[in-house]
Protein backbone atom coordinates (compact mmCIF):
# COMPACT_ATOMS: atom_id res chain seq x y z
CA UNK A 1 0.00 0.00 0.00
CA UNK A 2 1.08 3.44 -0.25
CA UNK A 3 0.14 6.95 2.32
CA UNK A 4 -1.57 9.62 -0.19
CA UNK A 5 -3.56 11.46 2.16
CA UNK A 6 -1.38 14.26 3.21
CA UNK A 7 -0.01 14.11 -0.49
CA UNK A 8 -3.49 14.31 -1.95
CA UNK A 9 -4.38 17.39 0.45
CA UNK A 10 -2.03 19.26 -0.94
CA UNK A 11 -2.83 18.41 -4.61
CA UNK A 12 -6.22 16.96 -4.52
CA UNK A 13 -6.06 16.24 -8.39
CA UNK A 14 -2.69 14.21 -8.04
CA UNK A 15 -4.43 11.09 -9.19
CA UNK A 16 -6.20 13.04 -12.02
CA UNK A 17 -2.89 14.32 -13.25
CA UNK A 18 -1.77 10.32 -15.02
CA UNK A 19 -5.18 11.12 -17.15
CA UNK A 20 -4.85 14.95 -17.72
CA UNK A 21 -0.92 15.32 -18.08
CA UNK A 22 -1.23 18.52 -16.04
CA UNK A 23 -0.65 19.95 -12.87
CA UNK A 24 -4.04 21.14 -10.56
CA UNK A 25 -4.68 24.98 -11.28
CA UNK A 26 -5.88 27.56 -9.36
CA UNK A 27 -9.59 27.03 -10.61
CA UNK A 28 -8.99 23.49 -10.40
CA UNK A 29 -8.23 23.77 -6.77
CA UNK A 30 -11.07 26.06 -6.02
CA UNK A 31 -13.56 23.39 -7.70
CA UNK A 32 -11.93 20.40 -5.82
CA UNK A 33 -12.02 22.24 -2.16
CA UNK A 34 -15.96 23.46 -2.80
CA UNK A 35 -16.62 19.72 -3.79
CA UNK A 36 -15.18 18.24 -0.83
CA UNK A 37 -17.10 21.10 1.62
CA UNK A 38 -20.10 19.75 -0.53
CA UNK A 39 -19.27 16.44 0.53
CA UNK A 40 -18.21 17.68 3.84
CA UNK A 41 -22.11 18.97 4.27
CA UNK A 42 -23.88 15.84 2.88
CA UNK A 43 -21.35 13.88 5.08
CA UNK A 44 -20.93 16.03 8.54
CA UNK A 45 -16.69 15.44 10.08
CA UNK A 46 -17.11 15.06 13.54
CA UNK A 47 -15.96 18.47 14.49
CA UNK A 48 -15.47 21.54 11.72
CA UNK A 49 -12.45 21.78 12.68
CA UNK A 50 -11.31 18.57 10.49
CA UNK A 51 -13.15 20.91 7.66
CA UNK A 52 -11.10 23.88 8.38
CA UNK A 53 -7.47 21.42 8.48
CA UNK A 54 -8.20 20.12 4.91
CA UNK A 55 -9.16 23.72 3.63
CA UNK A 56 -5.86 24.81 4.78
CA UNK A 57 -4.10 21.84 3.40
CA UNK A 58 -5.84 22.81 0.05
CA UNK A 59 -5.28 26.33 0.23
CA UNK A 60 -1.32 25.40 0.58
CA UNK A 61 -0.48 25.85 3.98
CA UNK A 62 2.73 25.87 5.39
CA UNK A 63 4.70 27.51 8.11
CA UNK A 64 3.98 28.76 11.31
CA UNK A 65 3.97 32.17 13.68
CA UNK A 66 5.93 34.74 11.17
CA UNK A 67 6.84 31.89 8.28
CA UNK A 68 2.85 31.03 7.93
CA UNK A 69 2.24 31.06 4.45
CA UNK A 70 -0.81 29.97 2.24
CA UNK A 71 0.81 28.98 -1.31
CA UNK A 72 -2.71 28.80 -3.18
CA UNK A 73 -3.51 32.41 -1.78
CA UNK A 74 -2.50 35.99 -2.09
CA UNK A 75 -4.40 36.66 0.90
CA UNK A 76 -2.45 37.88 3.41
CA UNK A 77 -1.40 34.63 5.72
CA UNK A 78 -2.61 35.89 9.32
CA UNK A 79 -5.81 37.43 7.80
CA UNK A 80 -6.82 33.83 6.03
CA UNK A 81 -5.73 31.88 9.09
CA UNK A 82 -8.20 34.15 11.41
CA UNK A 83 -10.72 33.51 8.88
CA UNK A 84 -10.23 30.02 8.66
CA UNK A 85 -10.77 29.98 12.73
CA UNK A 86 -13.68 32.27 12.41
CA UNK A 87 -15.96 30.01 10.08
CA UNK A 88 -18.40 28.36 12.47
CA UNK A 89 -19.98 26.47 9.63
CA UNK A 90 -19.32 24.56 6.34
CA UNK A 91 -21.51 27.23 4.76
CA UNK A 92 -18.87 30.04 5.79
CA UNK A 93 -16.15 27.77 4.83
CA UNK A 94 -17.22 27.74 1.19
CA UNK A 95 -17.69 30.92 1.31
CA UNK A 96 -14.45 31.25 2.13
CA UNK A 97 -12.63 29.03 -0.18
CA UNK A 98 -15.19 30.84 -3.14
CA UNK A 99 -12.62 33.75 -2.49
CA UNK A 100 -9.43 32.97 -1.03
CA UNK A 101 -8.02 30.89 -3.89
CA UNK A 102 -6.13 32.83 -6.26
CA UNK A 103 -5.57 36.50 -6.32
CA UNK A 104 -8.49 39.23 -4.71
CA UNK A 105 -11.12 38.38 -3.73
CA UNK A 106 -12.74 39.32 -0.15
CA UNK A 107 -14.79 37.33 2.49
CA UNK A 108 -17.60 38.49 4.11
CA UNK A 109 -19.51 36.97 7.19
Do not use: I
Amino acid sequence: GVMVAEALLADPALFAREATGRRCGTSDRRGLALEYLDLATAHPPPSLDYARAHLGNMLGRSGAGARLAYKHSHWDPHALRQALLAAASLRQLQSLAAAAFGRGGRWWR
